[in-house]
């Protein structure tokens, strides 16, 4: 799961014309939403995810929110856990529970968030 976020971040894909073109915006929060499992098949680290993240959006840790539904004791062993936990907007949910609490829960972190972003 991180080495697909940090492969969705590359600019080459996400450039007019990319097959992920639109999907990183200067003028928009990044939503990164994980389900589930750890990561621990993933090329780098936790580290070297977020710093492709942050690259994405321009050093900006605030432009991104980050909701991980898994276990929410985030045990030492969860790479995504480690991740998520570097944003100031995040959410661990409890994968146990009906997902639509979670959800809820990151849009109010989203509206938040939206509401201190100065594009750029």
Request: glycine share 10%; proline share 9%; with cysteine.
């Given at each position: 799961m991180g080495e697909a976020l940090t492969m969705a971040m590359k600019p080459e894909i996400n450039a007019p014309g990319g097959c992920n073109a639109g999907f990183l915006r200067d003028d928009a929060l990044l939503m990164v939403t994980f389900?589930?499992?750890?990561?621990?098949?993933?090329?780098?680290?936790?580290?070297?995810?977020?710093?492709?993240?942050?690259?994405?959006?321009?050093?900006?840790?605030?432009?991104?929110?980050?909701?991980?539904?898994?276990?929410?004791?985030?045990?030492?062993?969860?790479?995504?856990?480690?991740?998520?936990?570097?944003?100031?907007?995040?959410l661990v949910a409890d994968g146990d529970e009906p997902f639509e609490g979670a959800f809820d829960q990151a849009t109010d972190l989203v509206d938040v968030a939206c509401s201190l972003y100065i594009p750029g």
């Open positions: 389900i589930g499992g750890l990561d621990d098949g993933s090329k780098w680290d936790p580290g070297t995810w977020s710093a492709n993240v942050l690259k994405a959006k321009k050093g900006d840790a605030g432009a991104v929110v980050m909701l991980n539904i898994r276990d929410p004791l985030c045990p030492p062993h969860d790479r995504i856990c480690e991740l998520v936990k570097k944003y100031p907007y995040h």
